[in-house]
């Protein structure tokens, strides 16, 4: 075996501590006395793992004990190092590190007497592990990985000591030997094939990311040599022998500079899937899961490989179906294409019948059935049914969405919880918990007195502006100019957002001009790389925000969207057909200009309006949008704003004659024309300090204001001495 440098040596160190003695014919490393490579022990292993599982509800190490009972201890000890091997090199998180390591240990303690594990075992068996990602293979199918691995050591004795040799000083004959073994099971086969030759071979496994990597650097090197297992094993390697001698360094493809060259812009990781038979075929449904598979059929389509792309999809359904109609042929586009090139092994998958969904791992790469009149893929199944009420009301929207293969990846996390925990328990009985979840977001936390000091503002009216918005999602703040709509509203969706960044907090001012397509989405002009002019649909700040906020792992996170101005623009003009996911949040409906694509407003994105009544338009607001939104207004004469300004003066210790102005003003106004009342911010100027900048706010700001709002009413004469600053600064004088 040689060396990889940058990788860690105690994964190696600890693979070649088990390997090395089994493929040279050694005594087993963990006691030095029992042989346990050879064809007789790994035929009695493999012969009791081929019985399966005694109870399919218990756990997997349960049933391999329940299999290994009387086996002879050569067979048993073959089990503990085989299952070391299968889990040594992936990367785990330290819970599920524990109980791998337990399960090796488990293992050891059902021999007689028990094996006592030597600490070198140990060693390589960190959460550091060298595969990563997409590597459920590895935690779901255990069962059938150990099989291999026993096939693989019966082929190894069957060697000679000369092809022995050859394959530990040639990774290319290592590979041979590995690649003879019957039944292949290619995952398994590239981890031993990389323990054996980490200097040799990639940490990278499973066939989709092996093709990503290839296809991203290609080019680097000349161009892909084919398509074939042993042309992207060649290619890869020469890729990465040119990226280590640039780096100076051994390369981690999972590193975050590389996966993001190579990783496909978008791909979101696991994802999940819903999947349906033509008619709710109950039938085939039973097969499925009896047969651990998912089928999807295909009578009339040409025999079309995996991982084609979306365009020669379309080609072959249009030319294939053309006794379908237009709607049905773009669902079987969406259906073939996922089925056969989207989805991967390690997604989840679902099938829903009878108001229960059952939940289940996709294993397998496509096939075609023997007439290639149906697409399958193996899934491994889990017993437990949820019924779809008991679900999470966003997961309970997504298992309606309709189509044949749908991707509900948006609700992954939830689903993840559903799966039973892979994980055995450990020696002392206590279970492993299930994949831990984010919680759907359950409500604001409670603003603090600091917060409300902060904005020189009553706690208690603050406080029952973040339940109404927790509560109907949507509001508009009113009131007349000046008194801190917009700045209430950034300041308190920050607070409610715990978001120190801002990136889940987005404001946008509406105006005459704005549209659905500026809002939400719509076509724009585009250059082709050509120079020609084209259109692209592009998102508006809600449909991004929307997306965000939909995101797996992000239902916790509460997200704003604060419209400034909101009275200014055509309403029912910008929302269009969102007015009524406005008001039915648990719907969907299908956009203008996506009319293929399901649209939901996720529950954890938040709308906060604002409005100014001085210029009367909120008065004219249609009751489509006073339905759907809660208005709260922000008045001089009522709390929160009210006091505001005395209260900012005198945390900042500055003269208080400000506040005795506004209201003095303000109380010059008679009540019927409280919307045009002056709010605080006027006054929260520096300007505002000085003899002369209050004279300037007064003759520039605010009369001009208050001349608009009398036209017609009271001459400039009136104005003045009703509302002119020397008048008002003397009836303070007098009091």
Known sequence: MHRALGISKEIEDAAWFVLGAGLQGKPSALDSRTQTWTADAAAELLERLERGAADSKAPMMTNLRHNLADASRAAKQLAVELLFLQSLPLAHEVKSLKVKRARVAEAASWLEPPLELPTELYKGMTDHGVIRDRTAEFNWTIWDHLKWLCRFVQHVDQQSTAAINKALKDPLAFHLLAAGTPDDQPAIRRSIEYLAWPSFFEPVVADVERREIRDAFASLVGGAKGDSDEEITADIRRIRLHLDEQAGTRIDWYSRQLVSQWRKVGDPGRRAWLLRTHHDNAELLAAWQEEEKVTLDVEHLRLLDAGVTAGLVQHAVDEDYKHLGYVEREDTKTAVFAFLTVMKPGDLALCHNSGAVRIGV????????????????KVRWFDEAHLVTDLPRHVQRQLATPGIVVDVTRVVQALQALVPAEAETEPDGGAEPAAVVVPVQEGFQPLTREFADSLHMDLEPLQEIAELLEENRQLVLYGPPGTGKTYLAKHLAAELAQDSTDERVKLVQFHPSYAYEDFF?????????EGQVSFKLVAGPLRRLAEEAAKPGNESKPYFLIIDEMNRANLAKVFGELYFLLEYRDDRIYLQYSPNEPFTLPDNLYIIGTMNTADRSIAMMDAAIRRRFAFIELHPKTEPVKGSLLRFLQARQLDTTPALLLDALNDAIDEWDRDLMIGPSYFMKRAAQTPAGLRRIWK????????????????????????????????????
């Open 700 to 735: 520039y700001e605010l009369m001009p204001l208050l001349e608009e709002h009398y036209h017609g009413q009271l001459n400039r004469a009136q104005l003045e001495e009703r509302f002119g600053l020397e008048q008002l600064m003397g009836r303070l004088a007098t009091r």
């Open 362 to 377: 996709v294993l397998g790469e496509p096939d075609h059935n023997a007439d290639n009149r149906r697409m399958r893929r």
């Open 521 to 529: 989405e719509g076509y724009r002009p585009d250059k082709t790389d």
